[in-house]
């Protein structure tokens, strides 16, 4: 059974910082993609940062230069550090995995971590 957990949301004030983790079982870790999507209330859900299992890393623009994703095999946990947060990144944010980086979005999910930040 695949299980993603993620922690290490809070409430943070603008300019601050927080590092998400995300500790996955249950999958091939190593050879999976792994991402953070996030869903601000009455959005629809975003791609965030997505790293392959190559560590190949992609952004979305307005977090480039901000947020950084990592992984670490040995402890099966994705990282997503977060620094000079806006009030607009405050949303639930959600781990991913799957086979690809195309197809990431249509496997696995985990329950969420909420983000806010205030001003």
């Known amino acids: 059974q695949v299980q993603l957990v993620e922690s290490g949301g809070g409430l943070v004030q603008a300019g601050g910082s927080l590092r998400l983790s995300c500790a996955a079982s249950?999958?091939?870790?190593?050879?999976?993609?792994m991402g953070w999507y996030r869903q601000a209330p009455g959005k629809e859900r975003e791609s965030v940062a997505l790293?392959?299992?190559?560590?190949?890393?992609y952004y979305a623009e307005d977090v480039k230069g901000r947020f950084t994703i990592s992984r670490d095999s040995a402890k099966r946990t994705l990282y997503l550090q977060m620094n000079s947060l806006k009030p607009e990144d405050t949303a639930m944010y959600y781990c991913?995995?799957?086979?690809?980086?195309?197809?990431?979005?249509?496997?696995?999910w985990g329950q969420g971590t909420q983000v806010t930040v205030s001003s």
């Open positions: 790293i392959s299992s190559g560590g190949n890393t």
């Open positions: 249950g999958l091939p870790f190593s050879s999976y993609a």
């Open positions: 991913v995995a799957g086979p690809t980086i195309a197809t990431i979005r249509s496997y696995y």
